[in-house]
């Protein structure tokens, strides 16, 4: 379900958008994730694999910019 939302700073219209994660083995859409990021035991640059997630919705103010982001319920 797409929200109708107005921009909080200028009042224009906002639109539905993703965040892209661009990862080694894809693209895939940005994820929330509860909590502080668990650094991996085998890689220092990566964090662990995360329990729980939430894929996140973004939306972007048509005349200024302005972004906000929401974590979908599943």
Known sequence: ???SLNCLRCKANMEQGFLLDR???GKYSGE????AAQQSDWNPE???EPQETKK???YRCTA?????????RR
Not at 32 to 35: C, I, K, L, R, T
Not at 64 to 72: D, I, P, Q, R, S
């Open 32 to 35: 929330w994730v509860p909590g």
């Open 1 to 3: 379900m797409e929200l």
């Open 46 to 48: 990566t964090v662990k």
């Open 56 to 58: 996140i919705v973004a």
């Open 23 to 25: 990862g080694h083995s």
């Open 64 to 72: 200024c910019g302005y972004l906000e982001f929401y974590a979908k």
